[in-house]
């Protein structure tokens, strides 16, 4: 009987192991199809599901930014406003504050007018409680970067109308709309006199934020809830880009990777139920197969079909089981990182999320082996994507010799440390050891907020 149970959920995990697989032939097919996609997406506007979306951003920052700035971040978890005094080159950012406030959930699924309204009144706040002891203040029109890290078609540097929402926002009366006049107009009515400087996304912000620091940074990535990649390419290499070069010759490209799709993405049973459920079905896939969101959720729902298939996890209601997005991926991470001889962790979080007591070391084991083959095929999927950028820029290729610099920002990146060394192995398992060397990862925090405040900065002077 015990024996049967354990065949069965060893099946189970042998078939997504399988499924899963990512080798290195298979990995350096989905780099050479994100490549294709992304010459598609430049080309013609909807030429790629990778849209490639022009960011107006043709001047990253240099360090020699000075004045003050302010920033939104709306994309994430929770909202944040910020501030930051730059003094040049040697003083850099002299001063900075934020202020993070979380989104009331009713309103990320309710009207355009009442987020806006949310938001402008929450920078309000800060600017009264901010300014009011602040030593640099003067009475110049202060100017704003607002990261919205959500696909928006711009056609400009500070405006752009929002195609559609992605994470847990769903907000109808808002798609098609300029986000940056809806700003503007909430913040007018709380009487906030701030110009709006530049729209960006949280991963061209990133992009900005690693350059800043590192004049070698040319890719930025986003490895938190959602994924994204930016970077800086060739403009007279940019079919669809209309009108007169930009002066410095470059373009950032914000490329909404995490719409990618392709047939040779490694898709299991488990992702195609967990897309069909979703939000936004049939989009995001890439960002469905890699990003914080969502890997919690797959292994719940392998864990969901062992039980349904096995008695290993004793006598358990699947109620707990059954309950969408109840393991979150810090709980995957804390999982995977047990070190313990008897994985207490792991029987803790089996405990608390899910209401599994009681499991046997090998049923802990195995419920390690599926966080490790979920993750790792999200390390090396996002691995794959870097490469095909630096590819696509003619970076760490033969006879290249500069130094590429990837700056990532986001939660995944940044606490799971699997997570992080499966894909820096993976880039040097795809890039080769020699070109590999050109090629450093470098986490890069709070792109999203300070990097629009940078861009707002850079775009002034
Ligand atoms: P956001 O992407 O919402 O802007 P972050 O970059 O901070 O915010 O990323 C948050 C995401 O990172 C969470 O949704 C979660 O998926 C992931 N995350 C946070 N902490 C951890 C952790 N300890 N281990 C693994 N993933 C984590
Ligand atoms: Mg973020």
């Given amino acids: 009987m015990v024996a049967e149970a354990a065949a069965a959920a060893e099946r189970v995990v042998a078939e997504l192991r399988e499924a899963c697989a990512a080798s290195a032939a298979r990995l350096n097919e989905v780099a050479a199809a994100m490549e294709a996609e992304m010459r598609a997406g430049l080309r013609e506007e909807g030429g790629s599901k990778v849209k490639m979306i022009i960011s107006y951003v043709d001047n990253l920052p240099t360090g020699n930014e000075e004045g003050v700035f302010y920033a939104l971040d709306l994309g994430g978890t929770n909202f944040r406003v910020l501030r930051v005094h730059l003094a040049g080159k040697e003083k850099r950012v002299a001063k900075r504050e934020s202020k993070e406030v979380s989104i009331p959930p009713h309103l990320m699924s309710g009207n355009a007018s009442e987020l806006f309204g949310f938001i402008a009144s929450a920078l309000a706040k800060y600017i009264t409680s901010e300014e009011g002891h602040s030593s640099v203040f003067d009475d110049k029109q202060r100017e704003l970067g607002f990261t919205f890290s959500f696909p928006v078609r711009q056609t400009s540097i500070a405006s752009g109308t929002l195609i559609k929402w992605t994470k847990a926002f769903s907000i109808d009366d808002a798609v098609g709309e300029d986000v940056v006049a809806e700003l503007q107009t909430a913040m007018e009515k709380q009487g906030v006199d701030m110009r709006v400087a530049a729209l960006i996304n949280d991963t061209v912000g990133t992009l900005a934020a690693g350059r800043y620091n590192d004049e070698d940074v040319v890719i930025g990535v986003i490895l938190g809830t959602g994924s994204n990649a930016a970077y800086v390419e060739e403009a007279s290499t940019i079919p669809k880009l209309e009108g007169e ?217």
Wanted: aromatic share 4%.
């Fill in 245 to 461: 070069l930009p002066k410095s010759g470059n373009m950032v490209i914000n490329t909404e990777w995490g719409n990618f799709d392709s047939s040779c993405l490694p898709i299991t049973e488990y992702d195609q139920a967990l897309d069909e459920e979703s939000l936004n079905p049939g989009e995001q896939i890439f960002e469905k197969l890699i990003s914080g969101m969502y890997l919690g959720e797959i292994v719940r729902r392998v864990l969901l079909k062992i039980a349904s298939q096995s008695s290993i996890f004793g006598n358990v209601s699947h109620t707990k089981l059954k309950t969408r997005f109840i393991l979150r991926t810090p709980d995957i991470s804390a999982m995977h990182h047990d070190d313990t001889p008897d994985l207490r962790i792991v029987a803790e979080k089996l405990a608390d999320n899910l209401k599994i007591v009681d499991t046997s070391l090998v049923t802990r084991k195995m419920v390690v082996e599926i966080c490790d083959i979920v993750t790792s095929r999200s390390a090396r999927l996002a691995a794959a994507g870097i490469v095909g950028i630096l590819r696509k820029i003619g970076r760490a290729v033969p006879g290249d010799k500069r130094q590429s610099v990837v700056a990532i920002d986001g939660g995944l990146f940044e606490h799971y440390a699997e997570f992080r060394k499966c894909l820096e192995s993976t880039l040097v398992e795809l890039l080769g050891e020699e070109a590999s060397k050109s090629v450093a990862v470098k986490l890069t925090k709070d792109g999203s907020g300070l990097g629009a405040a940078l861009i707002a900065a850079a775009q002034s002077q």
